[in-house]
């Protein structure tokens, strides 16, 4: 594959400084239906809690914005907002713009911030989207799934394959000029030919950004009670690795560059709120289940509704509690210094950029050589990572062979992962 253009490689100039601004998560949990695969936080037949819901939100972001003040005082800089779901689409754009008032006042959010909103194709029937754009949101990030309407159903999802197009274009004719489009390959039974008239179908639409993921079997979903009962068998391995690496073949000489495992960009389109995840740099998450990383700890909001809508109402910050993000946590935990290291070397291997040595050594003071070394000689010696300049930067990252095995790459610098 040829080197991503600067507009994705190149690593924030301010990656340092970007450890004291944040991403925001914003979970929206209502769906108009559970998709059989699903295991996400979300609820169907529950947007009567709305009013409610959103009113939690909105308290949560004060709270979170408040307790992650700068130490003079300021608000926190904000570079991305991500609404995901669940269906955030299904909000009237009037709860989004709300959502959003709420957002500026508790952060400095950043003027270019990238302000992203995961759709279903079929809730954008009713043209929301011109109000949608004019509340803030500038991306959009549709659930598409598949081109193939059987498919779809057995997925149990709620839209057609024309309703993919029509959304697409009217978002254009809104002015969206962001449109990510997510695609499952490995479906059980799907042939190779359904998944090359997908890829391109999906790339006859054009959008800006594609994000492609093998099914995965999640247990407490219909599917794993399919498979566990025999009558659904899942794709082998081998069917979704020929899939996967069809997509990069499919995709490479086009618009888009892989800059990580599962996504692909037009130039200057790369999602910057998941970068966020990638680079393990601070986000910050409001809405039921949603889970924080901040301050050198990890916060999981309680996720039923009406257990997170209670715990944000009862909220009353403390001393005790005074820097800690958010009201209805239920659960905390300290990231130790090891485990920071060895997830930003595993989250950046996912990126083509891969993980930039000399921030590594600025960020946690040590050399990245001196913490990983005897792990890096051996994955070097396999072929499975290299070190490389980019843009005057030195830079460990996957080979083509070590993207074949990223997961048995990635667990090797978790700290309790033995040295081989
Ligand atoms: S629309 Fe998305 S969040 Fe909702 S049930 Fe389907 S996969 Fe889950």
Redesign the pocket.
Known sequence: MSSPPTAITQPPANGLTDLETIALYIHI???????H????N?F?GMMGWRRRYVRALTREIALVGEAARLANGMRRRCRTIFFG???PSLLPPADIAAILAATHAAFAVDVAAEVTL?A?PATLERGPLPDMRAAGINRLSM?A?SFDADLLRW????HSPEEIISATEAARAAGFDNINLDFIFALPDQTMDQWQSTLDRAVALAPDHLSLYSLIVEPETPLFDWVEAGTVIPASEDCSADMYEYAQARLAGTAYEQYEISNWARPGKACQHNLTYWRNLPYLAVGAGAHASFGGRRFSNAKPLAEYIDGVSAYQPTAATLGLVGGPVVESETISHALEMGQTAMLALRLHEGLDLTLFACRFGVEFADVFGAKITDLRTWGLIEEVIVDGTRRIRLTERGRLVGNEVFERFLPDSADH
Do not use: L, V, W
């Not at 695969?37 to 996400?40: E, L, R, V």
């Not at 997925?155 to 709620?158: D, T």
């Open positions: 949990p209502f769906c108009h239906k559970k998709c695969y699903c295991d996400f979300s169907a779901g669940g269906t995961e279903n659930g799934q997925m149990g999802r709620i």
